[in-house]
DNA sequence: GGTGCATGAATGCGT
DNA sequence: TTCATGCACC
């Protein structure tokens, strides 16, 4: 019990053992929320001996679930923590239909449709009653609907114009199509489930105990769970944040605290004040901005912690150059700290997923490992998709849409044509799509429209796979895991692998890895899902209350409705008791509830946050004010002044409001010694010896954030870089040795020509050219040696190739000017552009003939692979997509100008491939058993930049980058 | 009628 | 990047 309350302060040891019956924990960001109701959990199951299975706890998301089910563990020990009905609202809805769904006329088997069955559904009834409404804004519109419980018959009565009768008939139409294929979708699992618990309330009269987490983001329907949930017991305790309220678009209501509180009068309320997360100035910042917000009660965060240093408003040229600088000060704080900070404890938190392509570039190239929490699902990537689809067919037949998406793939020369023709004929005589394509192919169908030859043969075989798979469902010989053996029959009859091979020549392998991958997440959800564990998952028995088993039969619905409520598979990274290092990209939406000691907000400008599309900005403000309390001890904000279409931006307005900038600094923190302690303490580790931190602070070549211009200007080099590449009497694509005396003379030119350059830049620069380009000399010579060697292994495979183009120069100018003032630490080897961050490469910066040189620089990558590969193992069960044996290659990527480091198989056009080496040769189709280092980009399942491979360049990129020059930026 | 390629347009957060 | 469309070819 002691243990319990342990490490409580008072207002959590009074939210955790109080013993009123309904209860409300406000809880700003880092007061211990998750702390507290994890204590009341294991409180009530210690103390009150509640029976944990008559405790429902509510979360939002899965990974808050997750993490819920973690810490209860710790407390109380799994065995008891585990019998919990602990899971999000959708799982927890489903538990009961499964169970007693029969109750209200849903049958066993129901399916769930997903957003692309929905979305497919819609497109279809849109097309069938000829309304132009885009199929993503019906969906949003009948979510929103559903969640204040409005159904047809509601709608149609206060369907008055033609607008809403045409959207009544979708709406309408969806509902049919759903009920005839015996769908639910994600939100009527939470309807059904109210209704159940409406008309049979027996099915909860065992719940002793609701406790629902993140309480500001539940939507009407979801209070009302709460509340039929708790309809006998009447214990209720919810924690929850109004300042934290980020889900209005998904219905969301805030008052359903004020609901809650006219509901039960006599409602304790608890404030948790204290923070324990973040530093001082951290908090003010955040507080200032959330007050920005006047309809807010007011209400003040307790630093529990120091100061800290100020949190930081960047402004940058560009979105690449935002990249880069992030880049550079994850590096520079890293040493400035003295290696205090990890790659773990750095966060890039963005508005959107979409925004995350420059920031992956920019790491990628540097070669710092980095994981997306947000991003594609690993269940929605294509190869994994079309599987997990044979199995919901397999499953659950009567999902036309389904049926639709699979039915071709690989292709069995059914077109649109047939499908349609099949569908018109199915509905004619009132069956599924499947009985009718059943039909056709056992002939029992003499059918008014002729199916081509080809196309029923196709047809032949698509059932083939799926009678097979059914067979296998219901033989049920599971002497091995039969639904690992179901999926490897799908694959072999699918032949899956040389599918993959001939659709996806240049990644097949990465994507088979996949594949592999879901094998393997199937074989473990059996082992984990065993009967025994099913059979304690189950809800308890409730006397006279019929309820529905739940077997191993059913091991593929459960495992299909795990994967359609799963948001992304959560990779474990220390599956072999060694936690991988990496950075996080995350939306700021999925970072709720999580921290980290650094947080980076790039692209802070209006039309970002507050997102153009968003209905109200107290709930972006919100976001924010959310993603900046993420931060423990370094904050960064940065807007770059041209957006990624190269728009002019604005700041965001919540950062622009008069009296929030004295919060804010605008460049990062210069970190001495003490505050390098403060940092250690309000971390809670120990502090780096100052020897460590400045043999750290030495190697960098810049110790402050100072290579960008604070007002968001170009720095002086790229300017310098601009002025020569707009010199159209340069010299061309050279040899690697002509481009080297080339190299020489044009940046002298350049230094020279440019008056703002330093005079220490000029002065220190001809000893440490001439040292610099014999080393440049050297390093060109051996590549040449081995891109010769290679050269006749590498297999043409995409002849358009593509342009790199490293921006050599003017980190090479930086370079002499760093080394001037330091002449003393000549690097023994040519300065890596990964060492200081590279100056940016905006989207349109004419091509410049320095590729050479650049390359030079690049294809050493061996200083890059062994800083990626010592950090990130190869561990392909939980980086799927990195076990490809690759070359490394560096890519210009076509739309940014951006450098890359990627893996690939396709070389360049020789004449153009100067010194470019394939210094990593593993692929498959250039094999020499080379023992170089391989690279293992951290990214997992997600699309990254890591991962486009063979993408040929765009040949109207390329005209872009020439059409807009780098004039049109010019300086203020 | 079906396939494959080239081109053009759009891209919000999550169960 | 992914999706939708238009076009040439089997």
Redesign the pocket.
């Known amino acids: 019990m002691d243990a319990i309350l342990d490490g409580l302060n008072d207002a959590q040891r009074e939210a955790v053992t109080s013993s009123a019956s309904v209860l409300q924990v406000l809880a700003p960001p880092g007061s211990g929320k998750t702390k507290t109701l994890t204590a009341r959990v294991a409180y009530l199951v210690g103390h009150h001996q509640l029976k944990p299975w008559n405790i429902i706890v509510c979360t939002?998301?899965?990974?808050?679930a997750r993490e819920m089910k973690d810490r209860i563990k710790a407390l109380i020990g799994e065995q008891v923590a585990k019998k919990l009905e602990l899971g999000?609202?959708?799982?927890i809805a489903l538990r009961y239909l499964k169970q007693y769904g029969q109750h209200i006329g849903i049958s066993k088997d129901f399916g769930i449709a997903?957003?692309?069955d929905t979305k497919a559904i819609l497109?279809k009834s849109i097309a069938k009653i000829g309304a132009t409404m885009?199929p993503?804004s019906a969906?949003?519109r009948i979510?929103s609907l559903k969640c204040k419980g409005i159904d047809c018959d509601a709608f149609a009565r206060s369907a008055k114009n033609v607008e809403s009768q045409e959207f009544l008939q979708i709406y309408r139409s969806y509902e049919a199509t759903l009920l005839a294929s015996n769908l639910l979708?994600?939100?009527d699992?939470l309807l059904r489930c109210r209704f159940l618990m409406q008309s049979h309330p027996q099915c909860v009269s065992n719940v002793q105990a609701v406790l629902i987490d993140e309480f500001q983001d539940t939507n009407c329907v979801q209070y009302d769970l709460m509340r039929l949930f708790a309809q006998h017991c009447n214990a209720i305790t919810i924690v929850g944040d109004p300042d934290q309220s980020?889900?209005g678009?998904?219905s969301a209501e805030i008052k359903n605290l004020a609901t809650m509180k006219q509901q039960w009068p006599d409602t304790l309320t608890i404030n948790l004040k204290d923070n324990y997360r973040s530093s001082g100035a951290i908090l003010h910042a955040a507080q200032k901005l959330i007050e920005q917000d006047e309809g807010r009660p007011p209400k003040k965060l307790q630093a529990t912690h120091s100061i800290g240093s100020r949190p930081v408003l960047r402004k940058l040229p560009s979105a690449n150059a935002e990249a880069e600088w992030l880049v550079s000060e994850i590096k520079r704080t890293q040493a400035v700290t003295g290696g205090l900070l990890k790659e773990n404890d750095f966060a890039v938190l963005?508005?959107?997923?979409?925004?995350s392509?420059a920031i992956e570039s920019a790491l990628g190239k540097a070669g710092v490992p980095y994981r997306m929490?947000?991003g594609?699902?690993f269940y929605d990537?294509?190869e994994v998709k079309v599987l997990i689809d044979y199995l919901r067919v397999i499953n659950h037949a009567g999902n036309d849409e389904v049926i639709e998406r699979v039915i071709?793939v690989p292709?069995?020369?059914?077109?649109?044509?047939?499908?349609?023709?099949l569908n018109q004929e199915a509905q004619l005589k009132g069956v599924s799509l499947w009985r009718m394509i059943l039909d056709v192919v056992q002939g029992r169908c003499r059918s008014e429209f002729k199916?081509?030859e080809?196309?029923l043969k196709?047809l032949a075989s698509f059932v083939d796979v799926v009678l097979t798979g059914q067979r296998k469902v219901t033989s049920l010989e599971s002497e091995k895991s039969s639904l690992l053996a179901l999926l490897e029959t799908v694959i072999k009859k699918l032949n899956f692998q040389s599918y993959l091979k001939e659709k996806y020549a240049e990644d097949h392998e990465i994507r088979w890895a996949n594949v592999e991958e879901l094998m393997a997440q199937t074989g473990d959800f059996e082992e984990k899902e065993n009967l025994q564990d099913m059979a304690e998952d189950a809800l308890p028995a409730i006397d006279g209350l019929d309820q529905r088993e739940i077997s191993s039969d059913d091991a593929l619905q459960l495992f299909l409705a795990n994967v359609?409520?799963?948001?992304?598979l959560e990779k474990k990274a220390d599956d072999d008791g060694e936690s991988v290092q990496q950075i996080t990209i995350?939306?700021?939406?999925?970072a709720k509830g999580l921290e980290w000691p650094v947080v980076f907000i790039p692209a802070c400008y209006d039309g970002s946050i507050p997102?153009s599309?968003?209905?109200d900005n107290d709930?972006?403000r919100r976001?924010l004010y959310v993603g900046m309390t993420r931060a423990q001890v370094l904050l960064y904000l940065s807007c770059p002044i041209k957006n990624t279409?190269r728009e002019e931006t604005c700041m965001s307005t919540f950062l622009t409001q008069p009296g929030i900038e004295c919060f804010f600094e605008e460049h990062g923190p210069m970190v001495s010694n003490a505050s390098v302690n403060a940092l250690a303490k309000t971390l809670r580790r120990d502090a780096p010896a100052p020897k460590t931190i400045s043999e750290k602070r030495r190697e960098l070549d810049q110790e402050e954030d100072n290579y960008w211009p604070l007002n968001g200007d170009m720095p002086a080099a790229e300017e310098a870089r601009w002025d020569y590449s707009r010199d159209k009497s340069l010299p061309g694509f050279g040899t690697a040795n002509r481009s080297l005396s080339t190299f020489g003379s044009t940046s002298m030119q350049q230094t020279d020509g440019f008056s703002t350059a330093s005079a220490t830049m000029k002065s220190g620069f001809v000893s440490v050219a001439s040292k610099y380009e014999e080393l440049m000399e050297q390093s060109a010579i051996r590549k040449i040696e081995r891109r010769t060697e290679t050269a006749a292994k590498v297999v043409d495979e995409n002849p358009k190739g593509r342009k790199r183009q490293i921006d050599g120069q003017s980190s090479i100018a930086t370079f002499f000017s760093n080394a001037a003032a330091k002449s003393e630490r000549l690097p023994a080897s040519p300065p890596s552009t990964l060492k200081r961050p590279g100056p940016p490469l905006p989207e349109d910066r004419p091509k410049r003939p320095l590729n050479e040189i650049s390359n030079m620089q690049f294809s050493r990558p061996d200083q890059l692979i062994s800083k990626s590969s010592s950090s990130m193992p190869y561990k392909p069960r939980t980086a799927p997509l990195s076990s490809r044996p690759s070359q490394v290659q560096v890519e210009d990527d076509?739309?940014s100008g951006n450098s890359y480091v990627f893996l690939s198989s396709s070389p360049e056009k020789p004449e153009r491939n100067e010194p470019s080496v394939p210094a990593n040769v593993q692929s498959a189709d250039s094999s020499n058993g080379s023992e170089q280092p391989k690279i293992r980009p951290a990214a997992t399942f997600h699309?990254t930049?890591m991962?486009?491979?063979g993408?040929?360049q765009?040949?109207?990129l390329g005209m872009r980058r020439s059409l807009h020059g780098w004039s049109a930026r010019g300086r203020p």
């Open positions: 939002f998301t899965v990974k808050a999000t609202f959708h799982s997903d957003s692309s497109k885009q993503g969906q949003g979510s979708d994600y939100d699992l980020i889900y678009w998904r963005l508005r959107s997923a979409t925004l392509r929490l947000c594609t699902r990537r294509a071709n292709t069995r020369k059914i077109g649109d044509k047939t499908v349609a023709a199916l081509a080809p196309a196709g359609a409520l799963t948001a992304s995350s939306t700021m939406h999925a997102h599309r968003a209905e709930e972006e976001l279409q076509a739309g699309t930049s991962q486009r491979i993408q040929p765009r040949k109207t």
